[in-house]
């Protein structure tokens, strides 16, 4: 005891200093903070469009889209159409992808396309470094005609 009596000075600080160290675990603790900004997309909630809805519009335009990657089933995979060249589709900048009924998507920000337009079950995405201002305008009135 006669100790404590003659080191009441440090004894004390070392208590204040965990007290300080404990409150600050306690009510200072840090959070997480994603680096990225995404969004997280349940196709359950969002209107769904088919494969054949969507050819149809974009067809109404002069656009022609084929299938280029399927992937899962109607309810947890995507297909992703582009255009198509004598019934065969061709590699392009140009895509649109359509969610399956119950997936779970992620979506990151916004790329660098010149057109990116995400609704409902589809997303939309275009662009070149120099895109064709006719072709962009029949995607985007296709989309307009598709969303009515």
Known sequence: MTWLIRHSISV???AVALVVVGAVFTFARPGYHPTSSTTTVYMT???HYTVEQVERAFASHAIRLGEMSHDGNTKHGLIILGP???GKPAPSAFTVTLFGTESKVMFGPDNAMTY???F???DVSYGYPNPDEALLGRI???VA???Q
């Open 12 to 14: 004390s600080v070392v």
């Open 45 to 47: 909630s969002q209107d």
């Open 84 to 86: 198509a060249r004598r």
């Open 116 to 118: 990116n337009e995400r």
């Open 120 to 122: 409902g079950n589809v």
């Open 140 to 142: 985007k009135a296709a």
């Open 145 to 147: 005609d598709l969303r």
